[in-house]
């Protein structure tokens, strides 16, 4: 048996690190899928203007965004400095198009779920510091989260597509750039509760924000609190040589005993915690107010 914490990065908060541990068993044999062999791109979206196409989701008038097919970085982006055993050098993945949600699900449509039997409550169901109906929904475990996306027709996203729609094929280290920028996102400013907060900026929020709160830190594709506000659940397994091997590789489905990833920093990380290539991992039942999701689809909506 092995102590596991919720965070194997170095740019985890010291609440994370502190606050959540489990008792696993680690199974470390790790299933390689198949290459997936990248067709012939002449361009991407880093080389042409991109016209994101717009669909609203009806069941719960979620706003999807399409993400163009392309072919981007995955590890550790350009320009950033090699801290953690978790970011290996990049290399060149390609990605069919899908849709992604231009914001993280918010209570409002969370109780939509709820309502129709599908989706249980939450323990902050009636904590109004996070239960607002336009903030965004937290405590939901990865089976929560993953209950959800398929009410309404779509799954989690794997890491990879939320990097991409993240950061895009220039890899960038934030949605909005290379540098952080404040006023771009959520974080752990002045009025954040722990030791490590950012004294200099007052993002306007103590905890969780409205979703939406901060347009101009949107990614190329237009998703909002891509970085900052809630980390944000993808549908990997989490194995820790999960980008050894080649190019177009795609281990999304290799699984180590219930532990999960998940993706974009929080309101009480600092501005290395926000950075698009940082990975929370956690047990995937585990359910706290600095997490949420936002679903995706193959299809148009």
């Known amino acids: 048996m092995v102590l596991v914490t919720s965070c194997f990065l170095q740019a985890c908060s010291m609440n994370e690190l502190t606050a959540v541990k489990a008792v696993n068993e680690i199974d470390s044999s790790v299933t390689q899928q198949p290459h997936k062999t990248a067709p012939t791109v002449t361009s991407t979206p880093s080389d042409i203007e991109v016209k994101i196409a717009k669909e609203l989701r009806a069941i719960d008038e979620m706003l999807m965004l399409q993400v163009p097919a392309g072919i981007f970085p995955v590890g550790q982006y350009a320009g950033e400095i090699?801290?953690?055993?978790?970011?290996?050098?990049?290399?060149?993945?390609?990605?069919?198009?899908?849709?992604?949600?231009q914001l993280e699900v918010s209570n409002a449509q969370y109780s939509r779920c709820i309502e129709a039997g599908v989706?249980?409550?939450?323990?902050?169901?009636?904590?109004l510091a996070f239960k607002r109906p336009n903030y965004p929904a937290v405590a939901v475990s990865k089976g929560d989260a993953e209950a959800y996306c398929g009410w309404v027709d779509g799954r989690l996203p794997s890491e990879e597509e939320w990097r991409y729609a993240a950061g895009?094929?220039?890899?960038?280290?934030?949605p909005w750039g290379n540098e952080f920028a404040m006023g771009e996102a959520n974080f752990c400013d002045k009025q954040c509760p722990y030791p490590f907060k950012n004294t200099n900026y007052d993002d306007g929020s103590v905890r969780t924000?409205?979703?939406?709160?901060?347009?101009?830190?949107?990614?190329?594709?237009g998703a909002m609190d891509m970085s900052g506000n809630v980390w944000e659940w993808v549908?990997?397994?989490y194995p820790e040589?999960?980008?050894?091997g080649?190019?177009?590789?795609?281990?999304?489905?290799?699984?180590?005993?219930?532990?999960?990833?998940?993706?974009g920093g929080s309101w009480l990380d600092d501005?290395?915690?926000?950075?698009?290539?940082?990975?929370?991992?956690?047990?995937?039942?585990?359910?706290?107010?600095y997490i949420g999701f936002r679903c995706v689809s193959d299809v148009k909506p």
């Open 271 to 289: 501005n290395y915690g926000l950075r698009i290539s940082n990975r929370l991992v956690v047990v995937s039942n585990y359910r706290s107010t």
């Open 82 to 101: 090699a801290l953690n055993m978790d970011a290996n050098p990049p290399l060149e993945m390609y990605l069919d198009d899908f849709w992604i949600d």
């Open 209 to 221: 924000a409205p979703v939406g709160s901060y347009p101009n830190g949107a990614s190329w594709v």
């Open 168 to 174: 895009g094929a220039q890899g960038l280290i934030y």
């Open 246 to 263: 080649s190019a177009f590789q795609f281990p999304s489905d290799a699984k180590t005993d219930g532990l999960a990833g998940s993706l």
């Open 119 to 127: 989706c249980q409550e939450t323990p902050y169901e009636y904590d």
């Open 235 to 237: 549908k990997d397994w």
């Open 241 to 244: 040589n999960y980008y050894e």
